[in-house]
DNA sequence: ACTTGATCATTT
DNA sequence: AAATGATCAAGT
């Protein structure tokens, strides 16, 4: 796949887009091709990998660092599998929570809010019954940053999960029943992966790892729009 | 059909 | 171990 863009990183946000945009159509398996990239086979051992294709292709250099993909843009990257409709077929996580951390801070200076400030989402067709990631699409490409509405709502959702849950060492209660927009749902190895937290005494205990996620409908507006 | 809770893969 | 990137699959 030649695009006919430089390597990375991307220097202005006007190249990331014009480059990220370039990309609508083309299948993930020529994008590996052109980097190099194995595509895997069959459909294990793929999670993950449609988004590092992404950043790859799109400069990101060190994946696994925390903060924003594009530090000096302020653009968080993120790719999320829909159908023919742009409808999102999964959630899209946001960001790991410390329970510890979180439980002293605001909406305003979170990083959750800090990782949502601007997002680049790169939405990918899954086929129906494609057989490889490879076969995957780039259906579209929008730049977000949440409108009053959304920053209101995503408020809302964080702060009922800190001062209801977090703040008061109930952690461990939280459904992914709860939030409208923004969700808190298990992210680690396993049920028993766990990390320092309170219980609702106060006293220091072990509660399983969560991560924020939005809602495939929150989603599902932003790629609808422009 | 959809969501929630559980889990997988890679990198540092 | 802990962050990143996510999707799987059982339960509803």
Redesign the pocket.
Known sequence: METGFAPSPERTLEDLLAHARALVGVELGELADGLGLPVPAG??????W???V??QELGVS?????GP?FASLGV??????VDARLVPL??T?V??I?PVAIAAEAWEGSYAREKLARVLFIALEVPPGARSVGERRVAAVRLWSPDAEQERALRADFELFVRGFFRRGRAEEI???LGAVL?V???????ADT?DGYDARGNPTRVGKHGFYLR??FVAAILSGP
């Open positions: 459909l294990v051992r793929t999670k993950g449609s988004g590092q992404i950043e060190s994946s696994g660092a925390r993909d968080e990257l993120k790719t999320v599998p999964e959630s996580a960001c790991q410390d459904t992914g029943h969700q749902r298990p992210k680690g190895k396993n049920a990390r495939p409908s």
